[in-house]
C-alpha cells in the first residue's frame, strides 16, 4: 500500500531507524500480541524480525524458516 511505500522510503532515507523501529514497532507488536491471546486456534506468524523482538521465545513452538535466492524474491516481489 501507500502508506508501507511512505514508511519503506522514509526508512531508505533515515540513518536513525531505531528512532522509526521505536514509533512503529510497540503498536504493531501489541496488535500481533492481542491476536495471538486472543486465539485457540494454531497461529502462523510472519514477521521478519520475529529474532529480534523476542516473539519467538514468548509464543512459538515451532520456528520454519523459508529461504528463496534473491532473484525469485525479486520477482516475487514484482508479482505481487
Known amino acids: 500500500s501507500l502508506r508501507y511505500a511512505r514508511l ?3 526508512w531508505l532515507n533515515t540513518a536513525d531507524t531505531e528512532t522509526l523501529n521505536s514509533i512503529v514497532h ?5 496488535e500481533i500480541e492481542g491476536r495471538i491471546q486472543g486465539s485457540t486456534d494454531p497461529v502462523i506468524l510472519d514477521a521478519a524480525l520475529l529474532m529480534e523482538t523476542g516473539l519467538h521465545q514468548r509464543y512459538c513452538n515451532l520456528l520454519v524458516f523459508v529461504d528463496a535466492p534473491p532473484a525469485r524474491r ?3 516481489a514484482r508479482e505481487e
Request: no cysteine.
Open 8 to 10: 519503506l522510503v522514509l
Open 74 to 76: 525479486l520477482r516475487r
Open 26 to 30: 510497540p503498536p504493531i507488536l501489541e
